[in-house]
Each structure stands twice: as C-alpha cells, then as structure tokens.
C-alpha cells in the first residue's frame, strides 16, 4: 500500500445527473433493451477512487463517452484517464473496472480496459497487465488487493 | 493422404461439467490411449482442485463417439489458490501440479487413486507452468518471479533443485521440455521464448526468440512441438502464430546444439489473444482463443513457392461460452481434441475427416 | 425511617387517617428536629408532601401559621431544603376555601428565602422548586412582595443569574415577565435593575437548544423562544437595550436568528409603545428591508392556475415575519413609516429602473428579487391601513401607471383612439406587476374593511378615486395584454389583475359593472376560442372560478346575475351539440370548474348538463348519430366524477340528485324503440346511474326504485308476475323465459341493466318492491350471463333486511328466503342440466351417455351460474354470512370434479371438446375466488353501502386454508390440482400480509408449488405476479424470514427458475428482489445454495430487460459477498 | 593612469566578488553537507550488504560443518551449489564499494541459497530480503 496519496489533491468536477428512463411499463412486455453506453457507465460512474472519497465519476476518471459498447458482438471497452500521470494506483483503477464489469456484465462479454491515451507515464505497460487475464485472476486471489477492490466497489453513501 | 479445406468437421462428442470456476488448462495421459488402458486426461481449475477424468471403454463398437467420459478423482485440499497447470511424467504414474499459491505438487497414481508424494517449494509466488522432460528424470516451473526452475527427480520422490534459471525480464508462462532432447523452452509476459540448454548441470539460455529475430511482439502464452520435434509453433496475445525450425545446418560445435530460426507467422485469423496451441502427431495445428473459437491449421504443401506456409483446415466459432485456455490432442490414433474454457466446462471433439481414410 | 419507595404508602397512610396536621406534627415531632440530617430531610419532606396531598383539606389560621413558619426557618436548614420548598409551595398554593397563608408569613417566606437561598448552588430539582416557590409568590402576594422593591429584584436578578435547565429557564423568564408586571413606574425601583436584569436575559437569545434528543423534557426550543420573547417585551424599560440586540441579531447571517429577531421585534414594537418605538424606526425600517433581500432566492415563480389566489413567497419564513414586523410597526406609527419607504431611496431606484426592462425575462436575477421584494413592502404597506393605501397610492400609483402607458390624459374624452394604440403597446412588465400587487393589497383592505362591516372606504378616498378613474383602461390593458402577449409572466399577472378588478367587494367597487362585464366577457372569449395557448387558458377558467366563488360568497346579486348570463350560461351552452370547434374534454374542464365554484351555478349547469345528456341520447336512438354516443359517454363521466360528488358534499340536495335518475327513466320508458347499441355508452349510464342512486337519501332512493320498477314491470318482454314468485311454476316460466331471454331486445337490456345498477347502489334500508320476482329475473338473466344481474343479486344478499338500527324490517322476503330461492335455483338447473347440483352434492358420477350430452350442451350456463354465484357469494362474504361457505363449497366440488370420469371413448371428438369446456367451467370456479376474494369498484363497496364485516378477508382466508390445502395434497387429477392451485393463489393474493405471515410456516411449501404450477402457463402470469408478491412480502419480514428458514432450499429452486419466466418481465425483476431478500438469512442455510443462486444470477445479467439486469447486478452483489471471491459464477 | 584604475578597481568589481564569496561559501557548505549525508547513506547501505552477506556466511559455516561430520548428508550437487556459494561470498568486493559487480555477486548468492533451501526443503529466508512482490502489483 502507498503510504501517501499519490495526488493529494485532486479537481472534483460536478456528478452528472442520471438520465431517467423510460418507466419498464412504457416498454412493451417482450421488447429487448439491448445493453447500451449509459447501463454500462451506470456500473462503473459509482466506483470510488482507491485513495480520495469520490467517485471515479466525480474525478472525470471515467465519462460516458469513454465508453464503447456493442452489444450484437458482446464488446465494451473502456478508456480511463488517470487523475495524475504517474498514478501507481491505476492499475487498482483498472483492476476495479474489470471486476465491476465482470460481476455485472453477461459472460458473454469480452472487456478491454485501457488509460486514455498519453495519460499516463507507463501507458502500454498497464494497458497490457490490465489485459492479462492471468495475472488479473492471480490478483483477484490476493487478500489485500480484494480488499481494496472491494472497498472500491462497495455500493456508495448516496 | 492429405487432409484439405472442408474435407473433415469437428462433431462435439461431450461436454464435461464439474468444475465450479474457470478451467485453465488440460492435459492428456501419455500412457493412455491404448488398446488395454483408456484414455485420461487431468484438467486443473479455478477452484483449486485438479479433476482426473477417464474414458469408458465402450465395448459396443470401437468408434470412441459412442463411449462417455467421467470424473476419476478430485485432487483437492492441497492447493490453497488457483491451479494452474500440470504435467503427466512420461510413464503416466506422476502428475506434477503447479499452483499459484508459490508451490508444485506432485501425486502418484496408486492403483487408481492419487496421492500427494511431494510439493516443491522455491518460487516466491505464482507458479504458472510445470512441464517433465522426455526421460521423466528432469521437471521444470515458472512463474511470476520471472525465474525457470529445474529439478532433478531422486529415488523417493525426493527432487532436488537443479538450477535456478534468471533471464526474462517478465513473468513466466509456460515452459516445456523439447519432445526428444533435454532442451527447456520457456515463453514470457516480456514476448519472448528462451531456449536453456546444459553443459554438465550448468543451465544456460542458449537463444532467445524475441521480436528481433521475428519473435512475438506481446506476451507468448503458449508453445508445441511437432511429432519429430524439428518444427516448434508458439502463439501470443499478438494475434499470431509462429512457426519455428530448428536449424540443423549450422549445428553449434561444441554443445551439438542447433539453433531455432523463424519459418513463418500464421496471422490474420484470430482476433482475440490465443492462449494454447497444441501440434497433433499427424501435423494439424489446434489452436485456442479469447474469442471462443477453436481453429485447425495445416501445412500448406502447394504453396511452397515462397516458402512454407500454413493454412485454415476449419474453424469451430462458439467453441465456448467464452474465453478458450487449452486445446490438446489426444494420444492414441483417434482425432480426439479437448478444450478447456472459461465456462468451467471442458469439451470432447472428434475431427472426422469426410474423405475415407485418416490422414498418414 | 421510611425508605423514599415506603415514603408514598406512608403518606397514603397519613393522609387517609382523619388524624390533622397538628396532631401528624406532634406524631413526627422527633423526626423533625432530629438532628440526624437525613432522618430529619426525610421527616420534613414526609410532612411536606401529606401537605401537598392535604391541598384540599381546611386548615385553620394557626395551624397554617405554625406550619408556614416551621418551613419558612427550615428554608435556612439546607440539608433538609428539599422538603422546606415542598411544604412552603404546598401551604402558599392553597386556594382561599381551605385556608390560605396570611401576607406577613408569605412576607417571612420571602424573606426567608432571599436571604437563605443560593438558588444557582442547588441541583436541577431543588432549583426548579425554588423558581416555583419565587413564581407563587409574585402571583399570589403582589402587594406583599412588590414593597420589597431593590431587595426582591436583586434577589431574583441573583437567583435567575446564568440558570442552564430549560425547565428552569421556563419558570425564570415568566418570573421575570410577572416580576416586571409589579413595578410598572418608569422610576421606581426596578429602572435601576432594568439593564442588569435584561443582560442576563439577553444571553439567552437567539436561543440556542442543545439539550439531548434522548430525555424528553416536554419542552421544545420554540416554547423557550416564546416565553424568553414574552420576557423580553414585557416592560418598555428594556427598550434601550432589546432593540439594538435585536437589530444587531437580525444582521446576522444565521437563518433562525434572523426569525427569532423578527419576532421579537414585532412583539416588542406592540409594548414598548411608539414614542420609544420611534427613534428606532429608521433603523428598524433598514434591517426589514435587509432582511427581505437577502431572504428571498429565486422565486420559485410558478405561473401556474394553482399559484394563481396563492403568494408567491409562501415557503420564505423569513420574508413572512419581516413583512408582518413591517406591517406591525406601519400600524403603529404609519406616518413616520410610511414618508421612509415613500422616500426610500432604493425601492425609487427599482421603480426607475423599471421602465428599462419590457419583460420578465430580460430582468437580471437580482433585479427580479429586488422588484418582488418592492412589491412585497409595497403590498403589505397599502394593506395596513386606508390612510396608508391612500399614501402608497398617491406617491407610486400615478408612476406605475405613467410607464404602463395610462398617462392622465388618456382619461380624458373619447379613448377610441388610444385604445387602438394602447391594445398595439406592450405592457412594461416591472409596472404591471407592481400595479397588480397595489391592486390586490387595495383589493385586500377594502374587502377586509367590509367584512367588518364599517364603511371606511368610503368614495371619496384617494385610492379609491384613482382607481375608478384607471379601472376602465387597466381593464383594457391587461385584456390587451392577454391577447398580444406570449410571455407567462405577462399573461399571469394580466389575469390576476382582471381577477382583482373583478373581485372588488360590489358596494365599494370602484370598479363599475360595466367594466366587470367586460372582464367577464373578455375571460370567456379566451374560454371558447383561445384554447390552444394552453397557460392562459387554465389560468382565466382558475380567475373565472374566483371571481364565482368570490361573489357567491359576499353574494353580490347584481354580479351574480351577470355572471350567470354571461359566464354559465355560455359555458352550458358549450356542451349543446352543434359547437364543435373546443375540444370537448376542454369543455368539460371549463363546465365542472365554473359549477364547482358556486352552488348557483352548480344547479344551473348540472340542468344545462342533463338536459345535453338527454339530447345526446335523444340524437343517438332517434337519429342513430353515432358521434354523440362518445360525447354522452363523456358527459356522463364527467357527471358522475365530477359533478355529483360535488353536490353530495356541498349540502345534499335530493331533487338534484333524484331528477336525474328520475327523468332516465322516464325517458327510456317515453320511447319505446329506444335502442343504442353502445355497450361503452351503456358503461357510463350505469355508472352515472348508480352513483346518482347512491348519494340519494333512503326516500329518494324508494322513490327511484319504484319508478325503475314500473319501468321494468310495465315495458319490457319481462314476465314478472307475482305468481312466479313460488319456485315450481317459476321452472317453466323459468324455461320459457330462457328461451326469450337468448334475444334480449336492447331496450330490456338497458332496462333491465340500469334496473340492477339501481338495486346495486341503494342503501340497506331501502325497499326493493317485489323482491322474490326479482331475484328470479335476475338468476335467470345471470344465467344468460348477465354480469349485472349477478352483482344485483350480490348486492341484494349482501343488504338484505339490514336497516340502520340493524334490526329485520318488514320486508315481503327474507334473507333467508331469498338465498333458499338462490339455491333452489341451483336445484332446478340441476335438474335442467345435470352439471352444478352434481358437482356441489355428489362430485362426479354422471353415469350416462345421453346425460353427459346435455352437459356438453350445457356446460355453458353452468359456467356463468357459477360466475354469478360467486357474486353471490362476495354478497354473503362481505356480511359475513355462513351460506358463503355453501356457495364456496359447490366451486370447491366443480374443481374437484373430474372430467376424465365422462365415458365417452368412443367418440373422441366430443370428449375432447367436452374435456376443453370442463376445463373451463373450472377455470370459471377457480377465478370465482378472485371475485369473491377482490375489492370491486362497480358494486359491493362503500361508495354503494354495501355491509362490509372488518376483517372478512382475514377470516376467509383463515376457514379456506384447512380446507384448500388438504384438498391441494391429496387432488391426484393434474387439472383439478392446477385448478386448485388457482384458487389458492386467488384468496392468499387478496389477504393482509400480516394474516398471511402468521400462517407463512405452513403456507409456503404450497405456495411454492403454486408458482412452479402457475410457472408452466402464460395466461396465469398475473396471478403469478400476485402470489409472487406474497411471497416477497413473506420474505422481506422478519418473521417471515424465520418461517422461510426452514425450508430456505426450496424458496431458492422456485426462484431460480422464476428468473427466467419469460411472459412477464415484473415476474423476474420480483423474484431477483426475492433472492437478494434471501442472502439475508443465516449464511450457514444458504451457503450450499450459493453456486445455484449465482449460476441462475449470471444469467439474469443477460437479460434482454434492464431493469431486471440492474436488479440482478445487486443481487450478485449480495451473494457474492456471501459466496467466495470467485469472479465466475 | 594605472592608480585610477586601481583605485576603482574594488569598487567595479563589486558585484562579481561578492558572488564569487557567496559561491565558496555556498561550495563548501554544500560538501560539508554532501560528506555528511553521503556518509549516513554509506552506513546504512553497507550495513544492510553487511548483514545479508553475514547471513548467507552463517548459513555456508553451518552447512560445511554438517558435511564435515557427515559428507554424504547432502547431495554432490548441493555441497557444490554450497561451495559455489562460499566462493561468491568470498568474491564480494568488501572493501570495494565502487565496484560494479556487487550486484551481481549477491544475486548470484540469493538465488543460489534459494536453490539449497529449495532442494533441503528448509524454509530459510534472509528477513531483510527485497521481495519483489508488494501487495498492490500484480
């Protein structure tokens, strides 16, 4: 664990508020509502940053148009912008989203998680740790790593 | 004769359910297969246990279609963490399993069921691989501590640590003895394979297979040899498989070691990592992928103007539910192919060829 | 000595004995003077409290005096002190019949205790007792106390100095309050203490309450606040020191603060008089005017038709008491006042400033605060008074109107043209609102001043004449504005402002009828054409409504008689055939608005309104013109929704609610080829007919049914002789009948439904003529399948021989008699077709061919007997009649009747309809529990006084579970099984949960199976919906919890598959509620379900609906907290 | 001519002397400073060398001494990883800071004694050991 925060003091910006949907009654009895951009973001916007009480949303860590979904090929990808460019905490970031996404996505999905381009000092690096099912299943059995992804995860205040 | 395009189809004889987390890999019993003993394989999870799974001799009719497959044994409550990987010893009695909890057991087959005789421990973290040499005498892991360990089996399943292999900069993925010489191949997280060979109990890396010499340019998940063990194949999180000779011609003097060089890169077909390849005994490369498909690859004997090259025999879409971690042939001389997948389930295929007559 | 838990029974004891106070004193004697201090504490609070028990009891002067003295000298003995308070409190409280303590003793006590007492060192209890002693005194003994002068006040001063305990507190500042009360002279000897005193009252304000929630003192902060204000205004010598506290609180930026400061202010400017007042007033004037700014944010200005008669500020606290203070201190000194806000520079700035923006929206926020601010002080001030309005109207009205564009000159002479160029002037907006609030406040005194019926508005005010000499081209603006303007600001204000020109109390109005009339006539054009702009015309039916209401309620004749012929009059006229331009749910609005805002006008158009109902039919059945069909089908709602709850609520008045009713009948009964096919038409007569019935009176309502009666008696193909009324003649009349009855002419079916909707809304009292006859005409129309004969009869049964004393009237027919002829019913059907009686007495057994036959043939009238029996018996549920178990018993039968058991193999074909249709007259059975079990809107309710036992629901369902579940267990036929199931799903759907959770152990095995039945068809995905509820009701209570632990497996499988019940997306979204409901039981019972659970959950997260998806998400949340850290599955 | 100048000259000058006090100054504050800290980081960089060396020496006596008393206790291997040990730790450049192959030596001897303890199946561990895997890399 890092003793001190790696950004001490980071911008919050503004939540953006939650587009209500349309009432399910609305919705025709057998109608399909294919996984879309918005579902998706509503998984993950909640996240808390691993060192600042704030959502990833509320950092701008993640937007909603950082985020790719087709639902016909079972494809998300998400690109997330670390608060500070030599963030060792992304990789917990990135670690967050692809556990989120896996308890909430079908199995069918395949997920690419990835910093946004040029945000971050050793970009290629965790991009490929990241995308290393492997080493992110061994993460996921390591206690302390569980734990702080659970913190992260853990349904928020509000 | 020659197997070609759309001359066989891949029929799934069974799917095998019984592991409750994803399935990393499987690996077939050498010294099964044959007329008196059925086939085995031992497939190793998620859940941290090891399943042993055997063929039912199907007195019916011969055709292996017919017969079912079941569970033989759980190896369970040694391994506190995922189970990797794991590896028959050529006479079929051990099966050496690595783990990532740091530590590699080895269980002998005692009149059916298997017992725990030994665990190896050295690694400061996650094993991933464990591969016993041809002779049955040598055993080697990786792991993430970036290191090849090599241990030598003594009388009473003791095994003594033989060499302590340092040379890839990132976690190690897979290591496998060469099918006839006492060669290590280990492939990395750093794209690059590692050819270690001896000169008297003194290990070195003797090549390294990196983008240099049209190495991988991302992780090298997993390698095979051919039946003769001159060609190699290695797939990779690049999308690509490659193919490599060994070049007996320029034979290096003294060690009579012969250097590996690169013949050519199957690319263009998958496009999601491929996690395992595996070389059948009659040349058809089986391939495994992030993209639930299987895909079957064979020599290209027209093509030869430029070269070898290798091309499409068929392709299984939706092989899976999802992710596919190991394809591996069976012994013996029926088309047997089994895949392990994230779904938890492993699935039997028979590649029946239309034409009359199996291939050599 | 007595233990303090002994001491109670003791003084009982005492006080019982006759034994009097003296002789208890001699008694205690050595426990009084003991000098052990407990002993002697102990003794003395003894004496003290029989004392306060003896309140009553006469003492003569010299025990009084003995007494009083004793406790006076003890009030020195502070080891004994708690009893000396007791017992001074309880001889100086007595009342005057039992003998009361003389002033030189209450003088002692006084004295004793200013000088004994170090209140402020004492404990919360003895301190309170202290302050109530300090208030007895100053209450009882003025005279006595008041010499006292400096020495008192000092005392008290000391005694009240830094007290903490709310309680306390209490009683301190009345002391203080009663204390001020006794020396009234500016000089005398309290002037001196007034600035000490006050000081240690100040500290105390704003007060701030920071006592713990937990012990609850009975004292909340705002009755600290109140008396500490009492306090604080109770003489006019803590003027020099409270009002420059207040003003300077009331700068501060807390909100309470603020509040509390304002409400002192007021309090204090009505007793400190105003030649104190005065030196503060600018001061004061500043701060309010401060106050108002910074309290009002945005105004939450809703242009809405609600907001129309309401304040704009409503919610502002702060804004409220600043204005009241404001309208205190103007009323106490308006000259003064009045000259600092005519002069105020800030409110001239805003008005100049208005001209430079034309409408709302260009205004700046702040400008629009400030100008609402202004209006606000403007309002208030006019309010206060007639000399003020006159004022405020004389310095800003000629303004306001000068930037309107009503200039002086447009006065004079012909306006013709100034009309043409005001209409084409848009109106500035700043002006017209502040002239609307000027108009309102006027509006406000003058209506106020009449009400207390003095004159003082008298013609010749200021006001008063500049508003007669604008009112006539302020109407014109603001018209003009309505029309020309687009901007809701503009329309709001302009209809408000008609609204008021047009709400002048009559007498006073400087408004003259003519104009009234043209605001009228204005607002109704807008009603009849601009009915498009959407705003402006809810907003003018809203002014319309109150200007109604605010006539009818000074009924002022002369306008109502206007209103009436413009307004209701038109607005009747509307709803008449040939306009087709507006909209006619439009109308409707408009119609049932204006009615509603006067009994008048009510009356009026409720005539105008049957009468186009009547003409409506009239055009449906005479010249078949189908499109008046909807337009009555909408009066007719509008009628029953709208207008007759209305009526009944505003003072019944039976002719209205009878000639509807009435005059239906008659028409029908008038024309004899009266046919309108319409079903949907004949919906909404019947529902209009029943709720016109069901607000009647008892006599009205005899009266109807009489009428209906003849109706159905003399004019339809009907039979309804007396001699039908036994039951062997009535079979064949009965088959004769039946055979009539398959062509029903659409007049007896209108008949004969109006009749049942009659019979279904009269009270229990009422008198059903002949009601043998009808109920045969109803069993047999039922048995044609006419529901409404089905709900009569319920009906009947339900009310039958229930007069409101509850005793049997005189009726030609029993209860009993009429469920024997029910039943009977059922006999002779048997005996027609075979089917019922076989079911309800001897389950299957129809040996013969030919038999079977007929009940192939009529299967169908058994099916809707059953469906009207069940009416019958939701009748006999409701009264909590035991014949409902008969009734309950004969759908038992037919769901326990098995087809299988009809021979007819041979002929397959026959068999196979004849299975579908048993099928079905189970199925029938089965809902028939939905009916009897579901609350109805069209009949058996409140609304039709049906007779509804408590808790009926409850006892059904606690008498059909022993009965269904044996009978679920046993049922071997798959069809009578799954029939069962439905029933079962029907009662435990429509009982209380908490009847439910009681019995949930032993329900839920069955309920369970009842989903997994109900799983395999979609048409029972609504049941299913239901019963699924139960159970998560079950699940979601702690009890039921427990109940469910048990069998913690099964609940699990059941919802597991329920995930993917593919008919109903609510279904899964329930049953995921279920299972996260589940994940809250022991882990060490579902643990070993976890790997099922999340398998089927991680499907869920692939289904094709969101909400499901969402709800499966923290679902999987919940049970992998519980499950390992695997990802997979 | 010459004396103008001369006499001037300091007051021309000025600037440049006081900066090239202040520099001195500074300079030797600096390596005062620099000697200082340097020292402080020597000291705990050799002690550590030290004690891990010293550790893996133990380790070496203690096993040479069990072969003495029995030679065929351990494998020819393992007394030959053993000796091989014993020759890096006599290789460490003790004296020699400076010299590059430090590091290389003690990685040899980690991995060596890793090797031992593997085969002899003891759970040895040097505690002050770098471990490249911290709790949050993965």
């Known amino acids: ?158 | 004769m020659e197997l070609y395009e759309g001359a066989c189809e891949l029929k799934l004889l069974q799917t095998l359910e019984g592991h409750t987390d994803r399935v990393w890999s499987l690996v077939w019993n050498p010294a099964t297969g044959t007329a008196e003993t059925p086939l085995v394989f031992a497939s190793c999870s998620g859940d941290k246990t090891v399943r042993i799974w055997e063929q039912n001799p199907s007195p019916s009719s011969s055709s292996s279609s017919h017969s079912s497959w079941n569970c033989k044994a759980v190896l369970e409550d040694t391994h506190t963490r995922t189970v990797r990987s794991c590896s028959w010893s050529p006479s079929g009695k051990l099966l050496a399993v690595a783990s990532f909890d740091a530590t590699t057991s080895i269980w002998e087959n005692v009149g059916g069921d298997f017992e725990c005789v030994s665990t190896l421990e050295g690694h400061e973290n996650e094993v991933k691989s464990v591969s016993w040499n041809a002779s049955g005498t040598l055993l080697a892991t990786c792991g993430r501590d970036k290191s090849v360990w090599i241990w030598e089996a003594q009388p009473g399943n003791e095994f003594e640590c033989v060499s302590v292999l340092q040379g890839h900069s990132q976690d190690v993925k897979m290591v496998l003895w060469h099918p006839t010489l006492d060669v290590l191949f280990s492939c990395s997280y750093d794209n690059t394979v590692k050819v270690w060979a001896d000169d008297d109990d003194d290990w070195q890396c003797v090549q390294t297979l990196g983008e240099p010499n049209n190495g991988h340019s991302s992780t090298v998940w997993a390698l095979s040899f051919n039946k003769t063990g001159d060609k190699m194949v290695t797939c990779s999180d690049d999308l690509t498989l490659k193919i490599w000779e060994m070049d007996s011609t320029s034979m290096q003097s003294a060690d009579g070691y012969a250097p590996w060089r690169h013949l050519c890169t199957i690319t263009g077909y998958h496009d999601r990592t491929i996690f395992s390849v595996h070389w059948s005994s009659e040349g058809i490369i089986a391939s495994g992928a992030a993209d639930d498909a299987i895909r079957f690859f064979v020599e290209d004997k027209d093509g030869l103007v430029d070269g070898p090259s290798y091309k499409l025999l068929l392709k299984e879409e939706k092989a899976h539910g999802m992710d596919i971690n190991s394809v591996q042939w069976s012994p013996g001389e029926k088309r047997l192919l089994a895949s392990a997948s994230d779904d938890g389930t492993i699935k039997i295929w028979e590649l029946a060829s239309l034409c009359t007559g199996n291939g050599y | 000595m007595a233990e303090p838990s002994q001491l109670s029974h003791l003084i009982e004891s005492f006080v019982d004995s006759s034994r009097s106070p003296t002789q208890q004193v001699r008694e205690m004697q050595m426990y009084l003077t003991t000098t052990d201090n407990i002993i002697r504490a102990r003794g003395i609070l003894l004496l003290a409290e029989v004392l306060t028990c003896l309140a009553t009891k006469p003492l003569d002067n010299a025990t009084l005096h003995s007494l009083i003295g004793f406790f006076t000298d003890r009030l020195a003995d502070w080891k004994a002190l708690r009893g000396a308070l007791v017992g001074c409190l309880a001889l100086m409280r007595r009342k005057s019949s039992a003998g009361v303590v003389t002033s030189t003793d209450a003088k002692a006590v006084a004295e004793s205790f200013l000088q004994n007492l170090q209140v402020q060192s004492l404990g919360q209890h003895d301190r309170k007792l202290c302050f109530e002693l300090l208030e007895c005194l100053l209450e009882h003994y003025p005279n006595t106390v008041t010499p006292m002068g400096d020495e008192l006040i000092y005392g008290i001063c000391e005694a009240v100095d830094s007290e903490k305990d709310p309680q306390c507190l209490m009683l301190t500042f009345h002391i203080v309050e009663v204390l001020v009360q006794l020396f009234p002279d500016t000089s005398g000897p309290f002037a001196s203490f007034a600035g000490d005193l006050f000081e240690i009252l100040s500290c105390y304000f704003p007060i701030h309450f920071t006592h713990p929630r937990g012990e609850d003192l009975g004292i909340k902060r705002d009755d600290l606040s109140r008396a500490l204000m009492l306090a604080f205004s109770s003489t006019p010598l803590f003027e020099p020191f409270a009002i420059p506290l207040l003003l300077e609180k009331l700068s501060s930026s807390l909100p309470s603060a603020k509040l509390d400061s304002l409400k002192y202010l007021s309090s204090c400017t009505s007793n400190y008089g105003p030649e104190r007042m005065a030196k503060h007033a600018r001061a004061i004037w500043l701060s309010i005017k401060d106050a108002l700014y910074t309290s009002l944010q945005e105004p939450t200005l809703s242009f809405t038709s609600e907001s129309l008669d309401g304040l704009v500020f409503q919610e502002n606290e702060i804004a409220k008491e600043a204005l009241t203070l404001l309208q205190q201190v103007i009323m106490q000194n308006n000259g003064l006042f009045l000259s600092l806000i005519v002069e105020d520079e800030d409110i001239n700035i805003i008005l100049n400033a208005v001209p430079s923006y034309e409408s709302y929206n260009d205004i700046p926020l702040q400008g629009k605060l400030k100008l609402f601010a202004a209006g606000c002080i403007l309002s208030i001030s006019t309010k206060t008074s007639v000399a003020c309005c006159n004022m405020i109207f004389e310095s800003f009205f000629p303004r306001l109107m000068e930037i309107l564009g009503l200039s002086e000159k447009n006065l004079s002479g012909d306006h013709s043209p100034k009309d043409n160029y005001l209409i084409s002037k848009r109106l500035n907006f700043g002006a017209l609102y502040l002239s609307v609030e000027l108009l309102a406040a006027c509006r406000d005194l003058i209506a106020g001043s009449t009400q207390i019926a003095c004159k003082s508005v008298s013609t010749y005010e200021t006001s008063y004449c500049m508003l007669h000499s604008f009112s006539n081209l302020l109407t014109k603006a603001f018209c003009s504005t309505l029309v020309t303007s687009h901007h809701d600001a503009d329309i709001y204000f302009g209809v408000k402002g008609l609204q008021i020109l047009a709400t002048f109390p009559g007498d006073v109005s400087p408004v003259p009828i003519s104009e009234f009339e043209n605001i009228l006539i204005t607002f109704m054009s807008i009603i009849t054409v601009n009915f498009k702009k959407t705003l402006l015309w809810r907003l003018t039916l809203k002014a319309l409504m109150n200007i109604g209401s605010f006539i009818d309620r000074n009924n002022e004749s002369e306008k109502i008689l206007i209103y009436m012929r413009i307004v209701v009059e038109k607005i009747v006229s509307l709803v008449s055939l040939d306009d087709v331009t507006m909209p006619f749910p439009l109308k409707l609005e408009a119609i049932s608005g204006i009615g509603t805002s006067g009994l008048n006008y009510m009356l009026h158009i409720i005539q105008g309104f049957e009468e186009a109902i009547f003409a409506n039919l009239s055009e449906i059945y005479v010249h078949g013109n189908l499109k008046s069909a909807k337009i009555t089908i909408w009066l007719l709602e509008c009628y029953s929704n709208k207008l007759l709850p209305w009526i009944h609520e505003n003072g019944v008045f039976e002719e209205v609610l009878l000639r509807f009713p009435i005059n239906i009948w008659k028409q029908i009964e008038s024309c004899v080829d009266f046919s309108v096919p319409e079903k949907e038409l004949l919906d909404a007569m019947m529902t209009a007919m029943k709720h016109a019935v069901a607000f009647c009176s008892e006599e009205s309502q005899n009266e109807i049914i009489q009428k209906a009666y003849n109706v159905l008696s003399s004019s339809t193909s009907f039979p309804l002789k007396e001699s039908m009324a036994l039951t062997i003649p009535f079979q064949l009349e009965g088959l004769q009948l039946t055979q009539k009855m398959d062509n029903l002419s659409c007049r007896d079916e209108w008949i004969l439904s109006l009749f049942a909707s009659v019979v279904i809304a009269v009270r229990p009292q009422t008198h059903i003529p002949n009601v043998k006859v009808i109920l045969n005409l109803f069993i047999t129309t039922l048995l044609k399948g006419h529901v409404p004969a089905a709900q009569a009869l319920g009906s009947i049964v339900n009310k039958f021989g229930k007069s409101s004393t509850g005793s049997e009237i005189s009726s030609d027919c029993t209860l009993e008699e009429a469920l024997d002829i029910i039943f009977q019913l059922k006999l002779w059907t048997h005996q027609d077709n075979g089917a019922l009686l076989r079911c309800s007495v001897t389950g299957s057994e129809m040996g013969h061919t030919d038999l079977c036959q007929a009940v192939v043939n009529n299967k169908l009238p058994q099916i809707l007997a059953i469906t009207g029996l069940s009416w019958i018996g939701k009748g006999l549920l409701l009264r909590g009649h035991d014949k409902v178990k008969d009734v309950t018993m004969i759908f038992l039968e037919c769901l326990l009747s098995n087809g299988n058991a009809l021979p007819l193999s041979q002929h397959s074909l026959e068999n196979s309809c004849e299975q579908d249709l048993h099928a079905s007259v189970m199925k029938s059975a089965a809902d028939a529990f939905r009916i009897l079990m579901s609350d109805s809107e069209v009949c058996l309710n409140r609304k039709f006084h049906a007779i509804i036992r408590p808790l009926y629901k409850q006892r059904f369902f606690s008498t059909m579970m022993p009965i269904l579940r044996p009978l679920i267990m046993k049922s071997d036929s798959l069809l009578s099984r799954s029939m069962l199931y439905g029933a079962f799903a029907h009662i435990i759907s429509e009982t209380p949960l908490v009847a439910v959770l009681g019995e949930a152990k032993k329900l839920i095995p069955i309920l369970l199976d009842c989903l997994f039945m109900l799983n395999k068809d979609a048409q029972d995905k609504d049941i299913l919906y239901s019963l699924l509820l139960v159970l998560s009701g079950i699940l979601t209570d702690k009890d039921g919890q427990e109940a469910v632990v048990d069998n913690a497996h099964l609940v699990i499988n059941c919802l597991t598959g329920l995930i993917a019940y593919p008919h109903m997306m609510l279904v899964r979204e329930t049953a995921i509620q279920c299972l996260v409901a589940m994940s809250e039981l022991p882990h060490a019972r579902i643990y070993p379900m976890r790997i099922q659970v999340l398998q089927a959950i991680s499907k869920a997260l692939d289904d094709s609906r969101r909400a499901v998806r969402q709800e499966a998400v923290r679902c999987r949340q919940a049970w992998a907290s519980i499950a390992s850290r695997s990802l997979h599955f | 001519m010459e004396e103008t100048e001369d006499m001037f000259e300091s007051s021309l000058n000025l600037e440049e002397i006081h900066f090239k006090e202040g520099y001195a100054e500074g300079y030797g504050h600096g390596l005062d400073q620099g000697k200082e800290e340097g020292q402080q980081v020597g000291l705990k960089v050799g002690f550590e060398a030290g004690e891990e060396l010293g550790f893996y020496r133990g380790c070496i006596i203690v096993w040479n001494s069990v072969i003495q008393v029995d030679p065929t206790r351990f494998s020819d291997r393992v007394q030959k990883m053993i000796k091989q040990m014993d020759e890096l730790v006599a290789k460490y450049p003790v004296m020699d800071p400076e010299n590059e192959s430090i590091q290389e030596v003690m990685d040899g001897l980690r991995l060596k004694f890793r090797a031992v303890c593997a085969t002899l199946n003891v759970k040895l561990e040097y505690i002050g050991y770098p471990k490249t895997a911290q709790d949050s890399e993965f």
């Open chain 1, 1 to 158: 664990m890092v003793s001190e925060l790696i950004n001490a003091n980071p911008i919050v910006y503004e939540k953006k508020e939650r587009r209500a949907r349309s009432a399910p009654i609305a919705v025709e009895e057998y109608a399909v509502e294919p996984i879309d951009q918005q579902e998706v973001f509503d998984h993950v916007r909640d996240i808390k940053d691993p060192e600042h009480p704030y959502s990833l949303e509320e950092l701008k860590v993640i937007t909603e148009d950082a985020i790719e979904v087709d639902d016909q090929q079972s494809y998300v990808r998400i690109t997330f912008t670390p608060t500070v460019e030599h963030c060792s905490m992304a990789t917990i970031i990135g670690l967050c989203l692809r556990v989120k996404l896996l308890r909430s996505l079908p199995s069918r999905y395949k997920v690419d998680i990835r910093v946004a381009p040029g945000s971050h000092a050793s970009e290629s690096a965790v991009n490929k740790q990241l995308n290393d099912k492997e080493r992110v299943a061994a993460a996921l059995e390591n206690p302390n790593l569980v734990d702080m992804v659970d913190e992260c995860l853990a349904p928020s205040y509000d």
